[in-house]
């Protein structure tokens, strides 16, 4: 199967630099966000998100991971890592690499509705506009019209490069 380079590392620098000033001039007033990066690849993109938005504002970002069967989401638990941690009255900002059908997107939500929050945005770095689920990114680094057969994945090294691709 043939690989495509769909963005270079210093291409998701660049996106990933917009979304983070979007999201800044979105969130203007907010004091804090917590950003939910569903593991393992959409933490890692959210670790870079964070840093480009406190590289922009001073704005306190909490990072958590979410763990869930991003194929079969009711088959196993999906796992919040929060602590003590509340999300009550919180601006959430749920982060991942590639937004499919929204089906992930969708079952991330599930235990965020446990609690009150004030807002939940998405944020991703591809969206392939595929929606099952009425979940759309409010944040997109690229949109791409795919076909069904085909597979977009982001692969980052231990230094936070990536590349996205088409396969």
Request: glycine fraction near 6%; aromatic fraction near 6%.
């Amino acid at each position: 199967m043939k690989k495509v380079l769909i963005l270079n590392s210093e291409e998701i620098q660049q996106k990933t630099k917009r979304i983070a000033y979007q999201i800044v001039e979105d969130n203007y007033d907010e004091t804090e966000i917590v950003m939910i990066g569903i593991m393992p690849n959409g933490y890692g993109y959210a670790e870079q998100l964070k840093k480009e938005i406190e590289a922009i504002d001073g704005i306190k970002i909490s990072l958590i991971e979410i763990d869930l069967n991003k194929a079969e989401p009711l088959e196993g638990e999906i796992k919040l890592a929060l602590g003590k941690k509340s999300l009550d009255n919180k601006t959430i900002i749920i982060v991942d690499d590639v937004a499919n059908t929204g089906k992930t997107l969708y079952y991330a939500l599930k235990p965020i509705m446990e609690f009150s929050p004030k807002k939940v945005q998405a944020a991703v770095l591809v969206d392939r506009q595929h929606k099952l689920f009425p979940v759309s990114p409010d944040f997109v680094g690229l949109s791409l019209s795919t076909t069904l057969q085909e597979h977009i994945s982001v692969e980052f090294d231990e230094k936070g490069k990536g590349a996205a691709y088409l396969t």
